[in-house]
Each structure stands twice: as C-alpha cells, then as structure tokens.
C-alpha cells in the first residue's frame, strides 16, 4: 500500500497540493517494507511481491529524483522474482509480466542499454483484457497495457537492442577486431532489416466486428447497432499506430543515423506525432504515451509538427500530471534550438540523439514510461 500512498501522494505535490506525509516518506516506507518481506522467503504471494517492485518502477519513471540505475536495479529485481513466480499464469501475473516486459522495453530505449528480458515470441503474446470489461465488450479483445500493439511488443523489444548491438559494433571497429566485427556487421545488419520490415508489414490487433479505413475503426457487425467504447477503441488504435511510427523514426534516426530532415524520418516523425494528438483527442489511456511522443518530436522540423507536439505534451500532462512529462517537454525545446542552428544535413546527421547530449549536459535522465 506505501508504493500506491507514493504515487498518490506524488502526483498530488506535482499538482500543489501539501500533505503532512510526503511522497518520499511513502517511498522509503514501501522500500522498507519490500526489504522485510524478502527477507521472508517462501511465506510471501510473489505476484503481491512483483506488484510492489512494478510500482515502485512507476515511481521512479515518473518522478525521477534518482539516478535511472534505481530503475534498472528495480526491474532486475522484478525479473529475478519472475523466475520465481509460480502463478504468473493468473491474470494478475500476466498482466504483472507485461508491466515489466513494457518498462524493461521502454527502458533500454530511454537508456540505450539491453533489455533484461528475452524478445517474446512473435505471436507469443495474447492480450490481458481489463478485469472490468464486459463480456461481450470489444475491450475483452484489447490489453490493458499495450492496447492493440500486443503483436508489436516483440518487435520493440528486438528495436530496443539494436543500439547496444549497435555500440559493440563500433567498440570492436575502433579496437581493430576483425572477426569480430564481420559477426556483428552481419548481426546488426540482418536484425535491422528484419525489424524494417516487420514494422513494414505489422497490422494492429481489432476486436472483431471492427476494421480499419484509413486509420479510422469501422464497425462491421450488425448496422444500427453502436458501440459504447467506440471512441476509447479509436483511442487506443492511435496509441499504437503512434508506437510504429516512433520505432520507425527510432530506426531510421538512432539506428541508421540519417538525418532528421530525411523524408522517412519527417513522414513517421509527422505521423506520430498525428496520432499522438488523435490519442489524446479521443480521451482513452495515454499513461503509455511518452516514448512515441518524444521520439517524434524531438524529430519535429516544420512549425506544423511542433504545434502537434506542443498540443500532445499539454494535453499528458493536463492528464497525468508527472515530473517526467515537464523535463521532456523541456528538453525537447532544447533540442529544437539546437536543430534550428544546424544548418545542412550533414551537421543534423552527426548529432544522432541529441536529446541524450541535451541530458548529458543538464544532469536530466529520464525514462519515457
């Protein structure tokens, strides 16, 4: 209960309000506690276990008063108490799972480090659907977390290594080994092309009865007949077509180095952030949103895409009102300056992730969760 006291209590300090026990007391309270109860080796539920390290993850991601290796160190204590979990095929620990498997992933691109975890299999994940859902509600075919970009998570958990794959490569060309680096020219090359095409071809996963035209959900069942959470559904599409549109702006500008005023990277860059603000516009979750969002718009060139991003950033943080959404924002300015004094592309396309040189030189470290 201190991990949820923190968070609450967190986000009402960002919104001014003053209480006598603070988010941080709750914090090192929920720290405390999760120490004793380790100590109390098979006489604890470990989804209950799993739980508490999640949350505390969710803490630290959205208010950040520490260095990210407490992030880091909070999922490798999630993960090992994964091997451990006998009931992870319980809703609960499903949905548990995919909470870490989303911030391990959301994680190493924030970082540019590996995940922790395995790549799921493609195919491997079935969606947890909301406990509170209907049952004849299309919202029992949609996850709770990922939304319709359950398919997709294996392909951003196989992006989210490539940078790391991407570092080895060029450690091992400075150090002159050969071997080694035809193996991971190789390596680099095919995982890279792979995950291109794959987000190529990937669709989003509808409930049935419902299609997509030109991005817009179309009900296909029985006419006459309207759906309630029509206007959520549309919402969560946005989310994760967002998703792809990022990975490719995070492929093409992170993984491939081109230039920010490539046109692939200003057509996914664009896209996004469109779908960034469609998210936002139709009221449904947005708690996943900051990755896509900062990843294209910290491409954003045209005064069009900026006021997209402007409006997707007032609009999270009108939502949920964390720490993580400010220092974004604020550094995605900086960046903005920093591209507008660039003057051809080849000056863009040596400042790959400027964002990182911006947090470097400001002490900001930030997962995008």
């Not at 936002?280 to 718009?297: C, E, H, I, Q, V």
Request: aromatic fraction near 8%.
């Amino acid at each position: 209960m201190n991990a949820i006291y923190a968070l609450a209590s967190a986000h009402l300090e960002y919104r001014g309000v003053q209480n006598l026990e603070k988010s941080l007391y709750f914090h090192n309270e929920a720290i405390q506690g999760l120490a004793r109860v380790i100590q109390n080796q098979g006489k604890v539920d470990k989804n209950e276990l799993l739980a508490a390290v999640m949350l505390l993850v969710y803490y630290e991601v959205l208010v950040q008063r520490r260095p990210t290796n407490i992030i880091y160190g909070h999922l490798k204590g999630a993960f090992a108490i994964m091997s451990l979990n006998q009931d992870a095929f319980t809703p609960v620990g499903l949905f548990l799972e995919r909470a870490f498997g989303f911030y391990d992933v959301i994680a190493a691109l924030s970082l540019g480090t590996p995940p922790l975890s395995t790549a799921p299999s493609a195919g491997g994940l079935l969606p947890v659907p909301p406990l509170d859902a209907p049952p004849a509600s299309p919202l029992t075919n949609v996850d709770t977390l990922l939304g319709m970009a359950t398919t997709l998570w294996p392909i951003m958990h196989r992006l989210s290594n490539l940078l790391s794959t991407k570092k080895e490569l060029e450690d091992a060309q400075q150090t002159n080994q050969v071997s080694k680096v035809a193996v991971l020219r190789s390596e680099f090359e095919t995982t890279s092309q792979a995950i291109e095409a794959a987000l190529a071809q990937w669709k989003p996963c509808l409930p049935p009865n419902i299609s997509m035209r030109e991005d817009v959900l179309v009900q296909t069942g029985v006419e006459g007949e309207e759906i309630p959470e029509m206007a959520r559904l549309q919402s969560i599409l946005h989310n994760a077509l967002a998703y792809r549109h990022s990975a490719f702006v995070y492929l093409y500008r992170t993984i491939y180095g081109y230039s920010p005023k490539h046109k692939l990277v200003q057509q996914h860059s664009h896209a996004a952030l469109h779908h960034c603000v469609e998210t936002t516009a139709a009221r449904g979750p947005m708690s996943a949103l900051l990755w896509p969002l900062f990843a294209a718009a910290c491409e954003a060139i045209s005064s069009e895409d900026r006021e997209l991003a402007k409006k997707a950033f007032s609009e999270i943080e009108r939502r949920q009102g964390m720490s993580n959404i400010q220092e974004a924002w604020g550094i995605i300015q900086e960046v903005w300056k920093r591209l507008d004094s660039l003057d051809d592309d080849a000056a863009m396309g040596s400042n790959i992730d400027l964002w990182r040189s911006v947090c470097a030189e400001t002490g900001v470290t930030i997962v995008f969760g």
